[in-house]
């Protein structure tokens, strides 16, 4: 479990495909604490450390991962959002964050305003993901207040510090992004969909 706080940028030195696998290698200030089999959050996808060899790490996404992220068009040198799994015990200053990327949204509009940006995306209707007014949603990882929701899209308000600590400094119009919806509002949905299914 994850809380959408971004604990540093680090960087993809490497990329190795392997039947359908990719190994990305990823280069971290904090690769030293790391231990095998450890959490961490890519861009908001939960992968598993395999290998330790400082400063660098070594993950693996499978073909499902691949196919529901957009971990498989990073390329070496790409910046990537990182946050190791939340202690029980700290502050949950973001959302509760699964690491389980729902879909993935294009970046359709980016607006700089007098000391903050503005994002606007666009995503698929087909999974029926809903979004409401200021509730939550996970941008590549971050944990994000929305504005302006509206059906299949919507925008969020960028600080100074979350656009200088995370990748949305290099987001531009057109770039894809890895979503993940609000875990209580997915349950609510499910739970509604059940019951209307029951009455039927």
């Known amino acids: 479990m994850f809380t959408g706080i971004i604990e540093e940028i680090g960087h993809i030195r490497k990329i190795l495909q392997e039947g359908e696998n990719i190994h990305f290698y990823v280069e971290a200030n904090f690769t030293p604490e790391l231990k095998i089999d450890q959490s961490v959050a890519h861009n908001g996808v939960c992968l598993t450390v395999v290998e330790i060899s400082d400063p660098i790490y070594k993950v693996t996404a499978i073909q499902e991962t691949l196919d529901k992220t957009a971990l498989g068009q990073l390329q070496i040198n790409d910046a990537v959002n990182l946050e190791r799994g939340m202690k029980m015990n700290a502050h949950l200053d973001g959302h509760i964050v699964q690491g389980h990327v729902d879909q993935t ?6 607006e700089e305003k007098n000391g903050s940006w503005i994002f606007t995306f666009s995503y698929a209707p087909q999974q029926q993901n809903v979004t409401i007014e200021k509730g939550s949603i996970t941008i590549n990882g971050v944990s994000l207040t929305l504005v302006n929701s ?9 600080i100074p510090f979350t656009y200088a600590h995370t990748t949305f400094r290099n987001l531009q119009k057109g770039d894809t992004v890895n979503l993940e919806f609000d875990v209580i509002g997915k349950y609510v949905k499910r739970l509604m969909e059940l019951q209307i299914h029951q009455k039927k």
Do not use: E, G, K
Not at 150 to 158: D, G, W, Y
């Open 105 to 110: 949204a294009t970046c359709v509009h980016r």
């Open 150 to 158: 509206q059906l299949n899209q919507f925008s969020v308000a960028i």
